[in-house]
């Protein structure tokens, strides 16, 4: 299964993006599909996640300010960020697991200037 993150960029602070998680295959619906983030000189954390069944997680750091969604017709899975700080700024992965599997994208970076 590849994984493929788009959307990433360059914002000012307050405004918003939407990343794109998409797989190679009909897949996306078999998988949980967890974004991840991972700033300089930081670790990686989780953000937000999604169950196969539309079960949607978050890190308690966000205060409801991103959103998962996932289109299985699409075989993508979106992270709407909005009001974006420049503590945001971080390369996003996504993550898709079944069971003991789980496979990783290349990552995009989210810059939000101040």
């Known amino acids: 299964v590849q994984l493929v993150e788009s959307g990433g960029g360059l914002v000012q602070a307050g405004g918003s993006l939407r990343l794109s998680c998409a797989t190679s295959?009909?897949?996306?619906?078999?998988?949980?599909v967890t974004w991840y983030r991972q700033a300089p000189g930081k670790q990686r954390e989780v953000v937000a996640s999604?169950?196969?069944?539309?079960?949607?997680n978050y890190a308690g750091f966000l205060r409801g300010r991103f959103t998962v969604s996932r289109d299985n017709g699409k075989n993508t899975v979106f992270l709407q960020m909005n009001n974006l700080k420049p503590e945001d700024t971080a390369v996003y992965f996504c993550?898709?697991?079944?069971?003991?599997?789980?496979?990783w994208g290349q990552g995009t970076q989210v810059t939000v200037s101040s």
């Open positions: 993550n898709a697991a079944l069971g003991t599997r789980d496979f």
């Open positions: 295959g009909s897949l996306i619906h078999i998988f949980k």
């Open positions: 999604i169950t196969t069944t539309g079960r949607e």
